[in-house]
């Protein structure tokens, strides 16, 4: 069974703050997702990563998968109380499903 | 368009009864996941289906738990005998076909309360 860690798993911030959220594995996945979920809501997914190293940019938040694909980083820059939120990160099981971690809960205060 | 919706959001039951929750994918998704989510945690990988079949149900905890998607859209989980511990947010999630690289949409999930 692969399983994904998460750190921090609390997070509170001042706005205009910089963050950068962990995820983490001892097993190689083929890819990773990134998704936010908001109290009452299901997860909404922002970015898919897939090749070892690579970086994707979504306005204010970064993404990178690691070298090894076996860990995974979100930066945000300048925090908005909008970015508040469960961010959870999400490895592909053997292309049939996917593993989540527990998730980072993120406060970002105004 | 309609995203993915799922009946009823709450629902409370006793220990030992029996529970059935529905889930109305995207119109068109061939795809589609359960999954619960207990407090703190993220969501727990129960059952893929492809079309009208279970891929992978490898997730469902025990027999209790059981899925049909009997014309390929519309899915229901089935929980017998329930135990306080299946309580949860149990949650469904529809792609257009399956598979790590395709797009999971989420529903609000239904929060299940065995009393």
């Known amino acids: 069974t692969q399983l994904l860690e998460q750190s921090p798993q609390f997070l509170s911030i001042q706005e205009g703050e910089n963050l950068t959220v962990y995820c983490n594995s001892s097993s190689v996945f083929s890819s990773l997702q990134w998704y936010r979920q908001e109290p009452g809501e299901g997860p909404v997914l922002l970015v898919t990563v897939v090749t070892g190293g690579e970086v994707k940019k979504l306005k204010r938040l970064t993404f990178q998968f690691g070298d090894a694909r076996k860990d995974s980083s979100l930066h945000i820059t300048a925090a908005q109380p909008g970015d508040t939120g469960l961010y959870l990160c999400a490895g592909d099981n053997y292309g049939q499903n996917f593993v989540f971690g527990p998730g980072t809960r993120l406060s970002v205060l105004p | 368009g309609a995203g993915v919706s799922q009946t009823p959001s709450n629902k409370v039951t006793e220990k030992g009864k029996y529970v059935e929750l529905r889930c109305d994918p995207i119109s068109g998704h061939t795809a589609l996941y359960w999954y619960r989510q207990s407090l703190g945690q993220g969501p727990e990988f129960l059952i893929y289906?492809?079309?009208?079949?279970?891929?992978?149900d490898s997730g469902l905890p025990n027999d209790r738990f059981f899925a049909v998607r009997p014309e390929g859209s519309v899915s229901t989980l089935k929980i017998q005998r329930t135990e306080r511990g299946d309580s949860a947010v149990y949650l469904c999630?529809?792609?257009?076909?399956?598979?790590?690289?395709?797009?999971?949409?989420f529903g609000p999930g239904t929060r299940l309360t065995v009393l």
């Open positions: 289906f492809q079309g009208t079949g279970a891929a992978d």
């Open positions: 999630a529809s792609s257009l076909i399956g598979g790590s690289t395709d797009t999971q949409y």
